[in-house]
């Protein structure tokens, strides 16, 4: 996940555009992009803080306002902006002349490479991710960046999880908390500790992960952080749906709804109405089942959120399946299918495909 810095950019912003002609392609900064294709939030994000580029000549402000455009645009374009980013500080230090200088752009450096990381951890590419998590660590114990090597093991943490080794991910969290430690750093170390709590819950160790999940809650709860309290009391409910503790993990989902409606985010509202028609749908209960996938589908279909859409469909599918409503289970199941297909949601996908299979597989054909 790319850190959210709370930086000066706004604060230097005028509604003045600046002489650099935004009709010119290298304006951007970047090939192959253009602005249009972006959500009216994102085009206002890369708008201001180009405005600060263009208008300072201090190294570190310009630095901070593409770092600004990486780590809260919506749209994948951040990539592109980031490996600018990366050549733009190695150009940066290469020019600095002054010792002090010369540290504050390596750490920027060291930053923007564990971004690079995150890049080809989405990318499918592990050799390039451990690479540039590697060379952050080496770049960081060079000049002695306690922060920045634990940082480096926490991303080799991250790339090891997503890549399926948890054995060597848990072993990589480890590491990065012995530096966290005595560093105070609890935001990093909360962080570390929700994906050591989702190792553990992959490896079983159900008891060990909800405690880690608790230590996530108790710090969000602390800081406010109602978006990712009920993601952290999400994870902790679907420990408990898989482990047959309906009654618990209902309550959990109740609470999470409440905070989705308060913070007003309807995508997590629409998939928590489908988490809980899933079980209400593992009781048998199927009536009230329907009603709450109803419901999420409902909001997916209001704020045009078409992968909950999706989901919500084919949750709606499986009920019809099982009451052998074969007519409405294909329906259901076609029409989440076209969105999966539209939206390339291969995992989607895959989803429909074994679905169908089951019901023609029911009807014999």
């Given at each position: 996940m790319k850190k959210i810095y709370a930086i000066f950019i706004f604060v230097l912003l005028a509604n003045t555009l600046l002489a650099q002609n935004k009709g010119d392609k290298s304006y951007y900064l970047v090939p192959d992009f253009d602005i249009n294709e972006l959500t009216k939030v994102d085009q206002q994000i890369i708008d201001s803080c180009l405005t600060v580029f263009y208008s300072s000549n201090v190294d570190t402000n310009q630095i901070n306002a593409l770092a600004y455009i990486i780590d809260n645009i919506m749209d994948n374009s951040w990539t592109k902006f980031q490996v600018y980013n990366y050549d733009f500080i190695k150009l940066k230090l290469e020019n600095a002349t002054d010792i002090k200088s010369k540290e504050t752009i390596a750490e920027y450096l060291i930053s923007a490479l564990g971004n690079l990381s995150l890049m080809e951890v989405g990318l499918g590419d592990m050799q390039k991710a451990v690479g540039y998590c590697n060379e952050g660590i080496r770049l960081s114990k060079q000049s002695g960046y306690d922060f920045g090597i634990a940082k480096g093991y926490s991303g080799l943490g991250y790339v090891y999880l997503q890549f399926g080794e948890l054995e060597k991910a848990l072993e990589f969290f480890d590491k990065s908390n012995l530096?966290?430690?005595?560093?105070?750093?609890?935001?990093?170390?909360?962080?570390?500790?929700?994906?050591?709590?989702?190792?553990?819950?992959?490896?079983?160790?159900?008891?060990?992960?909800?405690?880690?999940?608790?230590?996530?809650?108790?710090?969000?709860?602390k800081k406010n952080n109602k978006r990712v309290y009920a993601i952290c009391n999400n994870s902790i409910a679907l420990i408990h749906a898989?482990?047959?503790?309906?009654?618990?993990?209902?309550?959990?989902?109740?609470?999470?709804?409440t905070i989705y409606n308060e913070i007003g985010d309807r995508p997590s509202l629409s998939i928590a109405y489908a988490n809980i028609g899933d079980l209400y749908a593992a009781q048998k209960e199927f009536e009230t089942a329907l009603k709450k996938y109803e419901e999420g589908l409902s909001i997916a279909r209001?704020?045009?959120?078409?992968?909950?859409?999706?989901?919500?469909?084919?949750?709606?599918?499986?009920?019809?399946?099982?009451?052998?409503?074969?007519?409405?289970?294909?329906?259901?199941?076609?029409?989440?299918?076209?969105?999966?297909?539209?939206?390339?949601?291969?995992?989607?996908?895959?989803?429909?495909?074994?679905?169908?299979?089951?019901?023609?597989e029911q009807l014999g054909e």
């Open positions: 530096i966290f430690n005595p560093l105070n750093e609890e935001e990093e170390l909360v962080s570390n500790q929700f994906n050591i709590a989702q190792i553990n819950e992959s490896l079983g160790d159900t008891k060990n992960a909800i405690e880690s999940f608790k230590i996530c809650l108790a710090y969000y709860k898989h482990n047959g503790n309906f009654e618990e993990a209902l309550n959990i989902y109740s609470e999470t709804v209001k704020y045009k959120i078409r992968a909950s859409e999706a989901h919500c469909l084919n949750s709606i599918g499986n009920i019809y399946l099982q009451q052998s409503e074969f007519d409405k289970a294909l329906s259901n199941y076609n029409e989440s299918l076209e969105i999966e297909l539209d939206i390339q949601n291969n995992v989607g996908v895959a989803r429909c495909y074994q679905n169908l299979g089951k019901l023609f």
